[in-house]
C-alpha cells in the first residue's frame, strides 16, 4: 500500500504509514502461539477448509468465514462489520483527516478476530497432512469493501517459533495489501440476509432487507418458503459457497450466490416434510438497488429451482443460449484465491524491504528527491531462464541527472543506493535458501540502455564481502 502524504512534504510524510506495523504488532504472537501450539492431530486435506471454519465457529465464535485451498496456498475470508475505528464516511465528508494511520487504525474488534482466524490457520496448517505454503488472510469491511489482506510464509512461522529468526523479521516477511473488494459491498445484504435465516421472522426478514416491490415479488418465490421452513429446523446454517457480482444500470446491481444448507429436523418433524435434504446446494441471482452508499435493498429474487405441485425440489433448466456458466465466470468474485509461489512472493517483499530501506535512509533524503526500486521475478519461458530483475528509478536532487541517467553505475550517491539494495536482496534471498534463478538484472528506468546483468556468482562474492558495490558494477558487463 503506498504512501499517502496530507499538506507539506517532509522526511516524515515519505515513509509508509503505520498500519502495517500496528496490525503486525497485534498479530505476530498469534503466529508465534500457533506455532507452539500445534497439536498432534492431522488435518485432512478434503476436511482441513471445513475443520479451519468449524474451529473459528465453535471456539472463538468466528462465523461465516470462507475457506479455500489452490494448490499449495490456503485463503481465508473474514467479513467484518467494523475493520477500521473510523467512520470513513463521516471523515470524508466532513473532511476530518489528519492523517492516514489514524483513518485506517483498526478497531479492536477487528484485531481480535484477526489474531483467531490467523492463529486457527496456522494451527490447521501445521497439522495438516497436506504441504501448504503459504496462508492469506482476507478481512474485510462489509461497509466499505476495503480489505486488509496478510500473506505468509508457512516456513516463516516454523522458523520463527523456532528462534530462527527475530519477531521483528517475521513481521517484514509477511505481506500486507489494502484492497477494494466492490463485491463486498454489493452483496453485503444477501449475507446479511442468509445469516439471519432462522433467527428472525419472515416478516422481519422482509422488511429489513427487500423493498416493497421486492416482498410482493417474493409471495411466489421459493425463498419464501425457505423463511417459513426456517422456524422447523434446528442448527440451520448457510454456508456461502460462491458470491459474484455484476453491475448493472440505475444503481442496480446483480449478485449471485450459491449457498448450501444443512439443518436438522425439529422435533415432531420428518426430513421428509421438506421439499430438499440436508446439504443441498441452493442458487440465487439477487437484484440489488442501491440509491446511495450503504443504502441497498433487494428488488427480485431469480432462484435456479422451483418446488412442484409435489412439493418436490427441481432444478430448473436454463436456456443455453444464455451461457449463463460461460457469463458467470466473469463475473467479480467476493473470494478468490491464487497458489502464491515463492519467487512471486520474494519480489514483493523485497520491493517492500527496499523502499523502507530507502525512504528512511538519511543520505538517501538528503541526496534524491525520489528513489523507487521495484523487484520482478521472471519465471522461466522458452527464450528465458527464472530470473530476477531490479528497476531502479531514481531523481537525483543535486547531481547531474544526465550524469546518473547514463553512467549510474559509477555515480556516488547512485552507488549507495544500489549497495543499500543489493545487500538487502543477497541477504533475504541467501536467508530463504532461494536459488531458482539464473540471473540478476539491473534496469535503469531513465535510462535501459545503461542496464546490467550479473550472475549468481558475481552476486555471492559480493555477499561473501570479495568484491565492493563499485568491483560488481564498474567491470564490463553484458548490455540490454
Known amino acids: 500500500m503506498g504512501a499517502f502524504v496530507f499538506g507539506k512534504e517532509s522526511k516524515e510524510s515519505m515513509k509508509r504509514t503505520a498500519l502495517p506495523k500496528i496490525i503486525l504488532s497485534g498479530i505476530i504472537g498469534c503466529a508465534v502461539l500457533a506455532g507452539l501450539s500445534a497439536c498432534s492431530k492431522t488435518y485432512r486435506e478434503d476436511t482441513m477448509a471445513g475443520e479451519l471454519a468449524k474451529i473459528c465457529r465453535d471456539e472463538y465464535g468466528v462465523d461465516h468465514i470462507q475457506v479455500k485451498i489452490a494448490g499449495k496456498t490456503i485463503g481465508v475470508l473474514l467479513p467484518l462489520d467494523n475493520l477500521f475505528s473510523a467512520n470513513f464516511q463521516e471523515a470524508l465528508a466532513n473532511r476530518q483527516i489528519q492523517n492516514l494511520e489514524s483513518l485506517l487504525q483498526p478497531s479492536q474488534e477487528a484485531l481480535d478476530k484477526v489474531e483467531d482466524v490467523l492463529f486457527s490457520t496456522s494451527r490447521v496448517v501445521l497439522s495438516a497432512d497436506k504441504d501448504i505454503d503459504f496462508y492469506v488472510l482476507q478481512a474485510a469491511d462489509r461497509k466499505t469493501g476495503l480489505q486488509l489482506v496478510l500473506t505468509g510464509y508457512v516456513q516463516d512461522i516454523k522458523r520463527v517459533r523456532l528462534w530462527d529468526i527475530p519477531r521483528s523479521e517475521y513481521r517484514k516477511r509477511v505481506l500486507h495489501d489494502l484492497k477494494l473488494n466492490r463485491t463486498m459491498i454489493w452483496s453485503s445484504i444477501v449475507q446479511s440476509l442468509f445469516e439471519e435465516i432462522g433467527h428472525k421472522p419472515a416478516h422481519d426478514l422482509l422488511s429489513e432487507h427487500f423493498s416493497e416491490e421486492g416482498i410482493q415479488a417474493l409471495e411466489t418465490s421459493p425463498l419464501y418458503q425457505i423463511f417459513l421452513d426456517a422456524a422447523r429446523k434446528n442448527n440451520l446454517h448457510y454456508d ?43 442458487e440465487f441471482i439477487f437484484v440489488v438497488h442501491g440509491p446511495a452508499p450503504n443504502q441497498y435493498e433487494l428488488i427480485r429474487v431469480i432462484p435456479f429451482f422451483y418446488i412442484d405441485d409435489h412439493d418436490n425440489f427441481k432444478r430448473i433448466q436454463m436456456p443455453a443460449n444464455l451461457q449463463l456458466e460461460e457469463n458467470l465466470s466473469e463475473w467479480q468474485s467476493l473470494f478468490d484465491v491464487e497458489d502464491v509461489q515463492l519467487g512471486d512472493f520474494l519480489a514483493r517483499q523485497l520491493s517492500r524491504r527496499f523502499d523502507a530501506l530507502l525512504t528512511t535512509d538519511e543520505r538517501v533524503f538528503n541526496t534524491f528527491n525520489a528513489t523507487r526500486v521495484l523487484a520482478t521475478y521472471h519465471r522461466t519461458t522458452d527464450r528465458n531462464p527464472a530470473h530476477f530483475s531490479l528497476d531502479f528509478d531514481l531523481e537525483p536532487k543535486h547531481s547531474d541527472a544526465g550524469l546518473v541517467a547514463s553512467d549510474w553505475v559509477s555515480e556516488e550517491d547512485s552507488l549507495y543506493v544500489m549497495n543499500l539494495v543489493l545487500r538487502e536482496f543477497v541477504t533475504l534471498l541467501r536467508s530463504y535458501s532461494f536459488t531458482d534463478f539464473s540471473h540478476f538484472e539491473l534496469i535503469n528506468v531513465t535510462s535501459p540502455a545503461a542496464g546490467a546483468i550479473l550472475t549468481k556468482s558475481d552476486l555471492e562474492l559480493f555477499r561473501q564481502g570479495k568484491i565492493d558495490i563499485g568491483h560488481l558494477l564498474n567491470p564490463v558487463r553484458p548490455t540490454f
Request: charged share 25%; aromatic share 14%.
Open 240 to 282: 456461502l459457497i460462491d458470491i459474484r457480482s455484476e453491475a448493472s444500470a440505475n444503481n442496480e446491481f446483480l449478485v449471485y450466490v450459491k449457498v448450501k444448507e444443512t439443518y436438522e429436523p425439529k422435533p415432531g418433524f420428518l426430513a421428509s416434510s421438506f421439499a430438499y435434504q440436508s446439504g443441498t446446494e441452493l
